[in-house]
């Protein structure tokens, strides 16, 4: 089975083919980060005007980078929330076109399960699993007992990991997206400065990052000029990582699981990688390439290929985009 899939729910515009569970045809992207740098992050209106140019051009290159022709294609799958309305409506109006002009079937796609099913196409899921779904927008804990079942075990009461590091970043005047900045700075410093670490001990495998967010914020205002930068990136770093290696063994504790998967933006982590791979080493540990960890088509189309499979869920050609679809 062909799946052409779309995503377009933030500031990346993709589309990718895929043949079957995880054999990857091709992948075109366009990312607009470089636009939102002098920003210092996303500017909704303009993310969706910006997909406009991009998406027939993409649809076009991901065809033919696949050396496949339109007639191969059995599905066509895209994106319906969560995200930014404009962006997303963008994806979905594209990709009803297509299906519609070339009498294709459509499916819409979360994109919480793409970014979960990223790592499917590393190596096929062992149920029962868990995974930890950490982006921009999210922080989820997430058991799954079979394909496109999800059961949320954990969430951010508050800020999303990724979130934290953008505001962050943002406030240490690094630019965004902040989360790669601190990374890299992360690893030249020492976690010197005294950061919270808020374990919610009451609160089960819920997360909550505003209040060490607001710590760093706290010293920045005090030290202002004096603060050591890649010192409270690494402290910072530090602290994110304790909590969320707390709630992990706590999840693994609570329920058993054959395997854990890594997703999302923030799973492109050097430090997150390193202690998972330290402190989790003999747990079956997923963890997708940095191509597909931040937004992708890929994932779009490996979700879409369960639905289609395990469901058959098939769309009408009037999709709508759902900015607050959960999981
Ligand atoms: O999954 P994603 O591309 O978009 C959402 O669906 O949110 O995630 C983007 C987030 C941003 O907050 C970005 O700062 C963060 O992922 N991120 C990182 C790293 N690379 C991207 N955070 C920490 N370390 C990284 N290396
Ligand atoms: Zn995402």
Known sequence: MIILAIESSCDETSVAILKNERNVLSHALVSQIDIFKSFGGVVPEMASRNHVPVITLLIEKAIKDANIEIKDIDVVAVTEGPGLIGSLLVGINAATAFAYAHNIPIIGVNHLAGHIYSANIVAPFKFPLIALLVSGGHTELIYMRDHMKFEIIGETLDDAVGEAYDKVAKMLGLGYPGGPLIDQKAILGKDTYK???????????????????????????????????????????????????????????????????????VAANKGLRQMLQEKYHQKDIVIPPLNICTDNAVMIAAAGYYQWKYHNLINTYILGGQANLSL
Do not use: T, W
Request: proline share 3%; hydrophobic share 45%.
């Open 195 to 265: 950061l919270p670490r808020p374990k919610l001990e009451s609160q089960g495998l819920n997360f909550s990052f505003s209040g060490l967010k607001s710590s760093v914020a706290n010293i920045v205002g005090k030290e202002k000029d004096n603060i050591h930068i890649n010192n409270m990136c690494a402290s910072f770093q530090a602290a994110v990582l304790d909590v969320i290696d707390f709630k992990l063994s706590k999840a693994f504790s609570l329920y058993d699981a054959k395997q854990l998967i890594v997703v999302g933006g």
